[in-house]
């Protein structure tokens, strides 16, 4: 794996990760959140006298992995091969969610492949997912903080899966902590081998945004996922299972990532914004 270069503090970039969702990519998953990628450019621009240019005067980047599971057709809920014509979709996950256990099989990739990108990134400041991409942001921002090592041998014993190695070798994200994670229509793990991610709680501020009109994800699941964030902020969007970029809901992420990132909180009207859509 190439080493990344060192990075000067006048270049140093807001980095946030972006886990997509089940039977996506991370192309993909650019290409829907494209609005939210300008907003973030607009909200954190680079070399430009604002409020959080001292922190990241290089602006802000997005950077985009796949799930290292490539899904089969029987895989994807609802997908009929001969419907497209005979072609595959370049569809992946970061696990996949046995019948009958509930046991997240393919786990330790998926991490390995997060923990192997952060590393080549030179570190993220935060994540933000969106379903299955959004349950995995809970699992990373949960690693990577402070007692979660010994978080996971104490339930280890009781049937809890071992830390993984991936991020307990070296300094997999040298920024530690992160200073945020969001999720759309996120879930919890209920499986009590993953109990250790979500005890003790999610000590990251997280933001949650559920759709009112999602039946891909269960509201209760979503709000399990919340319970277990030391501080819950949910926001409720009136759509389905998908990534809400209107201006309301934008609105809400931008001062969320703002808030945290800044030293002090940074008030701006979202009616003052230069909106992409």
């Not at 621009?45 to 997005?62: H, M």
């Not at 949960?142 to 010994?150: A, D, I, N, T």
């Not at 934008?250 to 990532?257: M, N």
Request: net charge negative; proline share 7%; hydrophobic share 35%.
């Amino acid at each position: 794996m190439t080493t990344p270069t060192p990075t000067s503090e006048s270049e140093r970039k807001l980095k946030i990760l972006m886990l997509h969702g089940y039977t996506q990519n991370g192309p993909l998953f650019h290409a829907k959140t494209r609005a939210l990628e300008k907003l973030l450019n607009k909200a954190f621009p680079a070399n430009k006298a604002s409020p959080l240019a001292a922190q990241y005067p290089g602006g802000v980047q997005l950077i985009y992995p796949t799930g290292p599971i490539r899904l089969q057709p029987a895989d994807i809920p609802g997908f009929d091969v001969n419907a497209a014509g005979g072609e595959e979709r370049e569809a992946f996950g970061w696990w996949k969610r046995e019948t009958g256990s509930g046991d997240y099989s393919g786990l330790n990739a998926g991490l390995r492949t997060i923990a192997e990108t952060i590393k080549a990134e030179g570190g993220i400041d935060g994540v933000i997912g969106f379903s299955q991409g959004a349950a995995g942001a809970g699992f990373v921002a949960s690693l990577l903080e402070p007692g979660r090592v010994e978080a996971f041998a104490k339930l280890e014993p009781q049937g809890g899966i071992k830390y993984p190695e991936e991020f307990e070798q070296g300094q997999v994200n040298p920024r530690g902590m992160l200073k945020f994670a969001v999720s759309y229509s996120g879930f919890y793990a209920p499986n009590e081998a993953y109990r250790a991610f979500y005890e003790p709680k999610i000590a990251t501020p997280m933001l949650h945004f559920i759709g009112s009109l999602d039946s891909v994800v269960e509201e209760s699941r979503c709000l399990a996922l919340a319970k277990a964030c030391e501080k819950e902020t949910v926001i409720y969007h009136p759509g389905g299972h998908f990534v809400p970029i209107g201006k309301e809901m934008a609105g809400q992420l931008i001062g969320f990532v703002k808030e945290c990132c800044a030293e002090k909180k940074v008030e701006e009207s979202v009616e003052d914004m230069d909106m992409p859509f």
